[in-house]
């Protein structure tokens, strides 16, 4: 459901978190909370849009770090 939403110029999911939320069956505080950990832990990088809205992407450097080997 949510790849639905990614932008085909940067390949993020752009969406606000009450959108998220529901789109995953929790709160939006839950959504904070996981957005949180992955940003501390280098997953996702969060990128402010307009408002409450904004666009949701892995980072590229953890996601290809397995193929520099």
Avoid at 2 to 14: F, K, R, T, Y
Wanted: contains cysteine.
């Amino acid at each position: 459901v949510l790849s639905e939403h990614i932008d085909g110029n940067c390949g993020a999911v752009v969406a606000d978190q009450q959108f998220l939320a529901d789109q995953l069956s929790v709160t939006t505080r839950t959504i904070r909370n996981w957005v949180s950990f992955l940003e501390e832990n280098n997953c996702l990088v969060k990128i402010p849009i307009a408002g409450k809205i904004c666009a949701y992407a892995l980072d590229p450097a953890e996601v290809w770090k397995g193929y520099n080997t």
